[in-house]
C-alpha cells in the first residue's frame, strides 16, 4: 500500500469512528445537524491519520487509536468553526462549504464547536474503550494541554493580538506551534499512548517529529494562502493577506519559507530513525503534508 491509499484508508476509519460516536442530539436536531456538518464536511483527516500511524509505530493496532483520532479531530473541528465566526476571522468557505454559522447560525455553530470540544474528552474518558485509566487520564491531559490556553487556544489569540503587527519569527514560531503544532503534536502523542507500548524514548521521537512537522504544516499553509486557487483550497485564498496577519512568506519571502519548511522536514524524519522501517508510514504522511495542494 503507498502513502495516498494509506491515508486514504486511514482517513475512510477516522469517519466511520467518528460517525459512531457523534449520535444526534436527543434534545435538539439542529446543534446535532451543526455538529455533524462541522466534522463531516470533508477535510483531510490529518490529526487522525497521524494518531492511527503513531500507535502503527509503537507497535499497537488501529483500533487502539480509534479514540484518540476521534478526539483530536472534534477539537479540530470545533475550532476551525470557532475560527469561522464573525468575532474572529469572518470566513464565508470551509472546505468548498459555507461555514457552520452561515450554514445554521451564530448561535447554532458555537454551541456546536462547546459540544465537540466537550464530547472530544468524554470520549477518552469513556470506560467502555476498556483501557487502562491512568492511560485514559494522560490522553485527557495531553488533549487538554495541546488544546486550551497553552497550545491551540493560546496560539489563536497570539494570532488575532499580531494581526497588523510587525513581529519577529521567533513570535511567529511560537504563534504556530501553539495555533496549529500543538495539537498536531497531541495527535502523534496520543497514538502512541493510546497502545500503552510507547516507551520515553518512542514518545520523545516522536514528539521532535511532531514538532517539527506541525510547524512545517502551517508554513505550507501560510504558502498556500499566497499560491493557491481558492477553488483549490476550499477556502478563500490570501486571507491572510486581507487580515493582515504575520506569516512565513510575509517574514522569510517564499523561498524562505519554502527552505524552512524542508529544513523542518528533514530534522522532524531525522527523528524518527530510532523507529527504523516502522517509521515510514509516518515519514510518507510528513511527506504529504509539505507537498499537498490543499
Known sequence: MNTLEYIKSLQTRASAALQTRLENSPYSARLGDAMHYAVHNG???????????????????????????CAVEMIHAYSLVHDDLPAMDDDKLRRGQATCHIKFDEATAILAGDALQTLAFEILAHPEENRDPALSLEMIETLAQASGWHGMVGGQSLDIEGAGKHIKEDDLILMHRLKTGALINASVKLGAISTGLASKDMLDSLEKFAECIGLAFQIKDDILDVEGLTEVLGKQQGKDQTLNKPTYPSILGMEGARTRMQALFDEGTQALSIFGKDAEKLQGIASFIIERKH
Not at 477535510?43 to 479514540?67: H, Q, W
Request: glycine letters at 12%.
Open 43 to 69: 477535510g483531510k483527516r490529518i490529526r487522525p491519520v497521524l494518531a492511527y500511524a503513531s500507535a502503527e509505530a509503537v507497535g499497537g493496532t488501529l483500533a487502539d487509536a480509534d479514540s484518540c483520532a
